[in-house]
Every structure is written in C-alpha cells, then in structure tokens.
C-alpha cells in the first residue's frame, strides 16, 4: 500500500522558515516527478515546487526564491525548505509523487502569521 506522510507544519511568524518533509513508503515502481502543492482556504490547489528524476525543478512565481525543494534518495523522502514565508503562503500542504499512478500526502497545515 502506497503512503506519502507529510510532516514539519505549523505555525511561524512572517519572515521564519519552515521544512516540510515527505517520506514514501510502498512505491515499488521509480518517482518520475515528486512535488509540493498548496491549497488555501476558498483557493484552487496550486503547485508550489516540483523535482523530476533527473534533478530538474519548477517553481511558483511567488516563492520562487524563498522555497527549495530537494531529495534524499535514499530514504525515498523530499523535502521543501520555505524561508521569508509571508502571511500569503498559509495553506495546507501536499506532497505529490508521480511513478505509474499519482499518489498524494494527507496534507499538513503551514499558518504564517502577520
């Protein structure tokens, strides 16, 4: 059974940082794509950072910059690094895996207070 549990939300003040984790257990097939999204309240969901296999990323406009994502190959975990959050980037967020099938985390809240 594929899981992605996501971890590091909470809440920070403007202008801290946060690391997002997003460990995957069960894939047996290689991650083609693995990616960060967001979904504000009464907002779409929205990509916010993504890393291909073959080490090539894509960023959101607006945190382009102040957000890195990155893997650990070996643990089958990636990570998205959020710094100078702003009161716009509270969300809940999802990791996102992509191999034969899409799979998707459970969500973890990031509040950024003003």
């Known amino acids: 059974q594929v899981q992605l549990v996501e971890s590091g939300g909470g809440l920070v003040q403007a202008g801290g940082s946060l690391r997002l984790s997003c460990a995957a257990s069960g894939i047996t097939f290689s991650i083609n794509l693995m990616a960060w999204y967001r979904q504000a309240q009464g907002k779409q969901r929205e990509l916010v950072a993504s890393l291909t296999s073959g080490g090539s990323t894509n960023y959101a406009d607006s945190v382009k910059g102040r957000f890195t994502i990155s893997r650990d190959n070996a643990k089958n975990t990636w990570n998205l690094q959020m710094n100078s959050l702003k009161p716009e980037d509270t969300a809940v967020y999802y990791c996102?895996?992509?191999?034969?099938?899409?799979?998707w985390g459970q969500g973890t809240q990031v509040t950024v207070s003003s």
């Open positions: 996102y895996a992509a191999t034969r099938n899409p799979y």
